[in-house]
């Protein structure tokens, strides 16, 4: 049985090294709380989502789920780096953007819903400003922070912590020994702290046991979501002689087959062990996180798979695909065989509308341009948001 925490590795001889980290990333929270680095606040809701560790702890499904969430009540603008992009700057994506002017993720989420703006720029102050005020995008009525926990220099409204359950940040160190990126006390500027890809048997006395050991403080909330796999889809549709699975169980696509499953991810574990039970055997090719595929890559890929006995079948996650549908060189039989299974996360303990609510109870408050605003006029709530000559934090603690 998987346990939380059963994902993380400590380098022992690394802690000396870890300390001296602790101490530069101690100096610069403290220059914030101070004011000696100055933040900024915006008069427009801005949700953060992020973590507190170096690798994946479920950003993109969760910035998703927001997304469905809002979608269809509020503009909404994702603002990213763009991680290991190629271009500099602000870039505002359109659906011909290639993947590596603004990154595999903003690429994903762009094409996944054409209606919203995506937008990358490493200095996010600098991309809010360009989102509120060009012409193309101004009528933005809610800005989704992807990965900016620790970009202090915007003041979110709701600040959301991920955790991972299988790297629980209790048992983590800072790096290099661990993969903390700052002290475990840095939870505490969160709103909203969520436990991801939880185990989905999770027995009461466990979520009683995580949720005393994260020791969170009477404004926090806590949260447990876990993983549901869509149906599979086929990342080189032309390619393919394989028939639709739209409407079939990601399951059923692997069962009585030999599985390479090809992850340029931080955590390819979850994956395996969720899909090892499902088919014949499953031959892992694992590339780093946000992996940039090469010529020698390539080559291993048709290799591998050709090595491999029939019935075979590739699977890849969503982002990969978004890098794999790019990459030159793939032998026909791979195409034809490279399938994607996307991923959404559910919340457990029945506490998916609790969330919902808090969410948009504070996007509906501090609205600028949608319909909310309309009804916060009518409904006239004591505490509306107004601008006046200056711009002041709208925050989901003042809610």
Known sequence: MRTEGDLIKINDWLIPLSWIYGMGVGVRNQLFDMGFLK??????????????????????????????????????????????????????????????????????????????????????????????????????????????????YVVPGINILLVDYHRMIIYDKLLPAG???????????????????????????????????????????????????????IVFEKESTHESHDKVSPWSLLQGKNVMLLTGIASPEQMHNDLKSHCCSITPLTFGDHHHFKPKDTEKINNVFAAMPAPKIIVTTEKDATRLAELEGLSAEVKAALYYLPIKVRFMLDHKEKFNTKIISYVRKNSRNSILVKRKDEDKPKDSYHTGNGVRTISFRDN
Do not use: W
Request: charge should be positive; proline fraction near 5%.
């Open 39 to 152: 933040q900024r606040a915006f008069d427009i809701p801005i949700i953060s989502v992020g973590n507190i560790t170096v690798g994946g702890s479920g950003k993109t499904p969760h910035v998703e789920y927001l997304i469905r969430l809002l979608k269809d009540i509020v503009k909404i603008g994702v603002l990213s780096r763009g991680y290991k992009r190629k271009s500099k700057g602000y870039v505002l994506a359109d659906l011909d953007t290639p993947m590596r002017m603004i990154g595999d993720e903003p690429c994903q989420i762009k094409r996944k819903f054409k209606d919203i703006y995506v937008a990358v720029d490493k200095n996010r102050c600098e991309g809010i400003d360009r989102l509120t005020s060009d012409e193309e995008t101004k009528d933005v009525d809610v800005i989704l922070l992807d990965d900016a926990f620790q970009h202090r």
């Open 179 to 233: 993969r903390l990126r700052e002290p475990m006390k840095g939870k505490n500027r969160a709103d909203i702290v969520i436990v991801t890809k939880c185990p989905k048997d999770l027995k009461p006395m466990e979520f009683r046991v995580l949720t005393k050991s994260l020791n969170l403080f009477p404004y926090q909330e806590l949260f447990f979501t876990c993983i549901d796999y869509d149906s599979p889809k």
